[in-house]
């Protein structure tokens, strides 16, 4: 398996493999939508025998009250369904990561799975004094700073990309 910055070539199979992980289409919309509309974003595929069988994305999102805070929003991710269960996207986490603090981004949210998220380093986002303009399960809600000490009395309410709202 190989990880590697997407390319527009890849767009229709990144496409696919969002739409066989997920019940609708709305994350492989989304996914569309914030490659058109938002700006950094960061957005991986893996690859088997020359195959796209996985994707993650970030995207930025925004504090409430800290509009310097250089903030990435981890989602969608997904692995074709034969796929998983494989260590892809245990894969692609940590390299989406490691994108994010090259490029400067202080931490890191995401929603999903509590399971999960925490052995890349995630924690509830309730510990920060931060929360989600969506009403979701506070586990589920998670934060992972890429600079210690990022977060630091930064609480509020994280906002994410238009684009979330809008598909």
């Not at 997920?22 to 950094?40: G, I, S």
């Not at 034969?82 to 996207?89: A, C, D, F, N, S």
Request: charged fraction near 20%; glycine fraction near 10%; charge should be negative.
């Amino acid at each position: 398996m190989r990880i590697r910055t997407e390319e527009e070539k890849d767009w229709p199979a990144v496409y696919a493999v969002n739409a066989a992980a997920f019940e609708t289409l709305v994350e492989a919309k989304l996914v569309d939508a914030l490659r058109q509309q938002a700006r950094p974003i960061v957005s991986l595929v893996a690859e088997n025998d020359e195959a796209v069988v996985g994707h993650i994305m970030f995207s930025p999102v925004s504090l409430t009250g800290h509009a310097d805070a250089q903030l990435m929003g981890l989602g969608p991710m997904a692995v074709a369904p034969k796929h998983q269960r494989k260590g892809i996207g245990s894969a692609l986490v940590p390299a989406g990561l490691e994108h994010c603090k090259q490029l400067g981004f202080g931490a890191v949210t995401v929603l999903g799975h509590p399971e999960f998220y925490p052995r890349f380093g995630f924690a509830p986002s309730s510990r920060f004094g931060i929360g989600c303009e969506y009403e979701v399960p506070e586990e589920v809600f998670m934060v992972m700073e890429l600079q210690p000490e990022y977060l630091r009395g930064a609480s509020g309410t994280i906002k994410y990309h238009a684009a979330f709202g809008n598909v």
